[in-house]
């Protein structure tokens, strides 16, 4: 069974840092490509990182600077370090599975993504 499962999300205040984790299980984890999205209320998704099975990385320019992806093929997992959390940052984060490569010009298009995570609420307080 495949499975996404993401962990480390909560209530922060403005300026704070989480971690957020993507633990991965049920497919060959070192051969894909893992990406991070969020959903803000009333907000469509969007992609906020994503990291390649060679360990490419993209980011969104809203959290250029201040989010970290990483990924522990030993453990199949991977990270966003988030700091300097600011309140538009407040979204259900998703990380997601597909093929090797991070999908779009940019790297954070939801396009082909097989696997998704059931989310966790990140919270930016003032």
């Known amino acids: 069974e495949v499975q996404l499962v993401e962990s480390g999300g909560g209530l922060v205040q403005a300026g704070e840092s989480l971690r957020l984790s993507c633990a991965a299980s049920?497919?060959?984890?070192?051969?894909?490509?893992i990406g991070w999205f969020r959903q803000a209320p009333g907000k469509k998704r969007e992609g906020v990182s994503c990291?390649?099975?060679?360990?490419?990385?993209y980011y969104a320019d809203s959290v250029m600077g201040r989010f970290t992806i990483s990924r522990n093929n030993a453990n199949n997992t991977v990270y966003v370090r988030m700091i300097s959390l600011k309140l538009e940052d407040t979204a259900v984060y998703y990380c997601?599975?597909?093929?090797?490569?991070?999908?779009?010009?940019?790297?954070?298009?939801?396009?082909?993504?097989?696997?998704w995570g059931q989310g966790i609420q990140v919270t930016v307080s003032s």
């Open positions: 997601a599975a597909r093929g090797r490569y991070c999908a779009g010009a940019r790297g954070i298009s939801s396009y082909e993504y097989e696997y």
């Open positions: 049920g497919f060959a984890f070192d051969d894909y490509a």
């Open positions: 990291i390649s099975a060679a360990g490419i990385i």
